[in-house]
Every structure is written in structure tokens, then in C-alpha cells.
């Protein structure tokens, strides 16, 4: 198999369990963890095969391509640390609450 279908098929199958975890996460940090973290490397697989695909195209749209992963890496976290903290300013709770610092934890 060609590099440039395994990063294919890793990137959809990345963003897939992304979606799994949006719908199966029971609040809003642990489904902005699942989508953010999942969006970034799925996104991030798929234009660097895209960008290795595109041997016809001019050089131009792979340095494209490429700039727009690097992009996709710094922001993504940016934007959902805002969420994140826009939902903790606005008083949003989280549902599953983890101590692991409890007596009955192993």
C-alpha cells in the first residue's frame, strides 16, 4: 500500500472515532476533547496525503497544503482551549467528575 492511502484511510478512520466520541462523550469537555483532539489529527493526515498525492499539480498548492496543516496544528487547540474556558466562565459543569486521589480508586 502506498504511504498517501494509509494516511487516507488513518485520517477518516481517526475523524470517525472523533464522531463516535462526540456522540458518546456525556458533557461538553469530554466531547470538545474527543472532537478537537481527533479533528486535528484526522485533518492533519488527510492534506499531508492530499499534499503527497498532488504530484501534478504545481508546487505551489502542496506548500498550500502543507501551510495549512501547520496552521491546523497551532489552532485548533487555541480555539478549543476558548471554548473550553468560555464554558467554564459561563458556569457549565462538567458531568463526570474523576478524583483520583479518592480512597476506593486502585
Known sequence: ???????????????????I???RFPDLYTRLHAS???DTGGAMSILIATALLATIAPWT???????L???????????SHAIARGAHKSGI????VVDMYAKDNP
Open 1 to 19: 500500500m502506498n504511504m498517501e492511502l494509509i494516511l487516507l484511510i488513518l485520517g477518516n478512520a481517526i475523524m470517525i472515532f472523533g464522531a
Open 21 to 23: 466520541g462526540v456522540l
Open 36 to 38: 478537537t483532539k481527533t
Open 61 to 67: 498548492i502542496r506548500l498550500k497544503l502543507l501551510i
Open 69 to 79: 496543516t501547520l496552521l491546523i496544528a497551532m489552532i485548533n487547540p487555541m480555539i
Open 93 to 96: 459543569k462538567p458531568i463526570a
